[in-house]
């Protein structure tokens, strides 16, 4: 690869969410996740060896990236660094496609696209497996960022530590669920905590958590069922439930951590009128107030209408299941 690889890879959304670490360093989640990989906003990531530099050069459309987020990337780096015996500095550009502003995370494609390119660039020989596991320690959802359409990632056991959480494809027939995901985004507000410490915060003082924890492995073990059986309904319910179960978590916390704002609210009525009129949508948050509705591909542009109406003046856009990361000719 001459010491240069470009990788791009694409956002996941959990039907079934990560939320809790048990180990912070190697960001270990407390329990098993599932997400469908997106068809829009990939990132695309270039990394280069550069040999006399002293420092990484990282930097997000064309504009240097600083502090925190820097930080992660060199970390990153180092990580890979120490695994293929190599001190050589890198220059890191990313582009991203996520309208600025969207709310949407982009870590998740952004650390998939990185451990992809960076691998390649290092001249590491990891098949989809490893690459998932590396891609979680730049961030959790990453690892299932890998892969295209449906992913599971394996919170994996103490035992086996690293090497047992890493994500792996969900046999879905895609055609038959012809699913959509219609993301509604919603005026941010005040701008909130991080999901880093709103997780931490969580799992150290809400009592909810691991009632929720417990009941998220039935929704995995219902989830990949209904996946099985193509069943569109079913998969909206289980997902709704559990996300709802996991912002009730965060809302017991102390403090309270509420990604939920008046226009989530009101975006999550239009759901259910939506299913009223024998629509079938349903609803999944993350860490902020956007909304993404689950429904048929069939029926995502009568969604989105509706969705639209709900937030006047917030975007909506429409994405289907999309493919796994992959390195680019250069
Ligand atoms: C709510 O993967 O961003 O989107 O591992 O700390 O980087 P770190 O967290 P991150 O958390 C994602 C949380 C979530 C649910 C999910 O994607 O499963």
Redesign the pocket.
Known sequence: TGGSATAVAHPNI?LI???GKRDEQL?LPRTD?L?MTLDIFPTTTRVRLVPEAEHDEVSLGGAPLEGEARRRVVAFLDLVRERAGSDRRAVVETENTVPTGAGL?S??SGFAALAMAAAAAYGLDQDATALSRLARRG????SRSIFGDFAIWHAGTDEDGDLGSYAEPVPVDVGELDPALVIAVVNAGPKAVS??EA?RRTVDTSPLYEPWAVSSKDDLADMREALRRADLEAVGEIAERNALGMHATMLAARPAVRYLSAPTLTVLDSVLQLRRDGVPAYATM??GPNVKVLCRRADAERVAGVVRGAVPGGAVHIAGPGPGARLLDE
Do not use: C, E
């Not at 961030?139 to 990453?142: K, L, M, P, R």
């Open positions: 959990a969410k990560y939320w960001l996740s997400s995370a870590s998740a961030s959790g959802s990453a999901s880093r997780m993350d860490a």
